[in-house]
């Protein structure tokens, strides 16, 4: 009787292994389907003309420049934040979309000699901020896959729809000897002026990425992007995949 209830034990521990193992090589056999990922981008934006005309017009018209001068490597270019999630269809090929955030935010001054008194000067102040938000499908093809699928080099294009909101405010303002920002009771002296300038725009956006190259393991990557569009031209950021 006791060896019976032995082989009987020893029977469903093999089982319970068995079964075990090939669940757990199914699971591994499973293909990655899901992809979500946060990036951030730099340089040169689409919604980067529109700043760029407004910007000139002021610097143009009132001689102002960049505070920040030769320091400010990103200028009045966007910093982005994109959600992407993507499905793939196959090794290939995959689908998804992508939504995001961006902001430009510069400031500048100038100044000039004013009147015939002495010390007498024109004080000049300009801030400029764009906020941005994209939204568009996306569609990606992998046209490498390197050291057993940890690299991937591929290739994406993404059509939608951007909403800018561009703002830019003007300020001048005289002065003896020392600068100030003029308040309410300026208003009525020839030397102050105040412009204001507040515009909120749709319309179509894409970006276009030629190459972007994908690091990691089954579940965790890292990957970094060229091209040019809503997102910015470099792009780098963090791809969460799963079965």
């Not at 998804?96 to 008194?117: L, P, T």
């Not at 319309?203 to 030629?210: D, E, H, K, N, V």
Request: proline share 2%.
């Amino acid at each position: 009787m006791r060896c019976q209830s032995y082989t009987i034990m020893k029977r469903m521990i093999l089982a319970t292994a068995l079964i075990c193992c090939v669940t757990l090589r199914l699971g591994a056999q499973q293909q990655i389907r899901h992809e979500f990922s946060m990036g951030f981008g730099v340089g040169n934006n689409m919604a980067d003309k529109k700043v760029n005309d407004v910007v000139d017009h002021y610097l143009e018209t009132y001689h102002m420049e960049s505070e920040m001068g030769c320091s400010d490597f990103v200028g009045d270019s966007h910093i982005t934040l994109s959600f992407e999630y993507h499905y793939r269809l196959n090794q290939r090929w995959a689908v998804g979309c992508i939504a995001g955030w961006g902001i430009s935010k510069e400031s500048y001054d100038g100044i000039e000699e004013h009147g015939a008194a002495p010390h007498s000067y024109l004080a000049k102040y300009g801030s400029e901020q764009s906020r941005i938000f994209y939204i568009a499908p996306s569609v990606r093809y992998s046209w490498l896959t390197t050291m057993r699928g940890h690299m991937q080099l591929y290739s994406r294009a993404a059509l939608g729809t951007i909403r800018q909101h561009m703002l830019f405010d003007y300020q001048q303002a005289a002065s003896d000897g020392r600068l100030y920002t003029a308040f309410e009771d300026d208003t009525q002296r020839d030397e102050y002026r105040h412009e204001h300038f507040d515009e909120v725009k749709w319309r179509s956006a894409y970006q276009l990425t030629p190459v972007g190259i994908d690091l990691g393991n089954r579940f965790i990557h890292f990957y970094s992007e060229l091209g040019y569009g809503f997102q910015g031209v470099f792009t780098i950021g963090t791809r969460f995949t799963f079965p």
